[in-house]
């Protein structure tokens, strides 16, 4: 599952960053599907652990059939002309920007991770919740990524992607 959706993410971004010359703002955009489907998920799934994991298999299996004759639906334009291989990695991995940014994100997934996974058992195990209350309490976690990746994107017409980094890691 991590590689699959690893994959994803880096062919979607690379996809938008070939059609697009605002790849800051629509790159956001696209992201945000991760917090709608994170958003759902922390609803539905819930309700359907209630009735038995069985439920859950079934639902996800039907999402995924569902998912896979839309993706075979789907024409893609060819890839954009690429650099050569390892075009310029020497001069990114030596950048000490691109190991802030790097450090950034490792913090921000961290945070991210403790949320998904610490929250939702801590409201049930520690605080009595229902699973359900639990799903609907932890589902307000995307709807804050949801809101911060369209301001951001709002700003990044406004404004430089480096400036804006630095300023929202703050």
Known sequence: IGAGGSAIVTAANALISDLS????????????????????ASIAIPGMVVRGFQKVAWGLAGFAGLTLAYYLSLSFPPPGAAGGAGSGAGALLGDPLLWALAVMLFLYVGCEGSVWYW??????????FEASAAGRTVSLFPIGIIIGRAVSSWLLLRMDALHLTLGASV
Do not use: P
């Open 21 to 40: 010359e605002m790849r800051g703002t629509w790159l956001n955009l696209m992201n945000n599907a991760f917090a709608v489907g994170a958003f759902l």
């Open 119 to 128: 929250l939702n058992k801590y409201l049930i195990t520690e605080l009595g």
